[in-house]
């Protein structure tokens, strides 16, 4: 256990020699460039991994998301895509948000296209390369839909296709499924993980919840401290979480609860 930038790189490369999809070293975070709110943290997501960033409200997650985003520049450190330094540039991974801001006003297939509009893709073609989509994302008919005629677990997969549509293969997601409902919750993770694993994303995701974070990575990395009260965070440990076959109800195995333990002792 530990925050070593060797640990970090050991662990996401899981002995496969190459560079991790994404790598955070040692970067120390301020918003005015006086308070530090997290200090040398180091983390990797390998390719095609589920990893979670827990840690309480406030300790600086989604500090840390908008640098790896390149939203901000670190005061040090780096960030390293495929081996590659992006430090402080954005455009280079998928970065969804905790709300699924799909436009009320505008149709479902239009929402998803936006990204690629943006990025000055003509209408048709985005629409071409969107549309074959719907049926693998579960939305099939949905097309021609305005948002508010979605459950919230529908636009929640919405999102996540206009997020997949930005083309990286990185994604970064900001407690994607804190406005679900408990049920819902549950399955819209449980078909995002099926999906990843189907795309051969890499995801890092940052949320308060342990149970979600444990059910749904193969590692997750527990971010400690108190930056309001003068005490920047760092990462406390990083917990393997051993998901068996995968059969089952993965929340109610003793694997499970031995990780849920190991994070919750790391959060103090
Ligand atoms: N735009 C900003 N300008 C100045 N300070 C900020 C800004 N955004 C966040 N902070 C401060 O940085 C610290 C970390 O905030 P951050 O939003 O990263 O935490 P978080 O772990 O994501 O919290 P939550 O789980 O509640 O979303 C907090 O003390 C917060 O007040």
């Known amino acids: 256990m530990g925050a070593g930038v060797t640990a970090a790189e050991k662990n996401a490369a899981s002995g496969t020699g190459h ?24 983390l990797a997501v390998a390719a095609g991994e589920v990893v979670c960033l827990v840690g309480r409200s406030g300790c600086g997650k989604t500090t840390i998301l908008h640098a790896l985003s390149g939203l901000t520049r670190p005061l040090s450190g780096q960030v390293l895509l495929h081996g590659e330094d992006i430090t402080g540039t954005p455009g280079h991974v998928s970065y969804m948000l905790q709300k699924d801001l799909l436009l009320p006003s505008r149709r479902i297939i239009d929402n998803v296209c936006l990204p690629m509009l943006l990025a000055g893709v003509p209408r048709a073609e985005a629409r071409a390369k969107a549309e074959p989509l719907f049926e693998r994302f579960g939305l099939a008919g949905t097309e021609e839909k305005w948002p508010a005629e979605l459950s919230g677990g529908m636009r929640q997969r919405a999102a996540f296709m206009r997020t997949y549509l930005m083309g990286a ?6 407690e994607p499924f804190s406005a679900l409902d408990a049920i819902t919750r549950v399955e819209v993770r449980r078909w995002f993980c099926d999906m990843a694993r189907e795309l051969g994303l890499s995801a ?25 009260e003068g005490e920047p965070s760092h990462i406390a440990g990083e917990v393997r979480v051993d998901h068996g076959t995968g059969k089952g109800d993965f929340a109610l195995t003793p694997e499970f609860l031995a990780a849920k333990r190991e994070v919750l ?3 103090g």
């Open 19 to 42: 560079a991790p999809a994404l790598e955070a070293r040692s970067l120390t975070l301020s918003w005015d460039g006086q308070t530090t709110v997290v200090d040398r943290i180091s």
């Open 169 to 174: 293969d990185v994604t970064l997601l900001d």
């Open 204 to 228: 890092l995701v940052i949320t308060h919840d342990v149970d979600e974070a444990v059910s749904m990575a193969s590692r997750v990395y527990v971010l400690a401290g108190r930056p309001s």
């Open 265 to 267: 002792a790391l959060l």
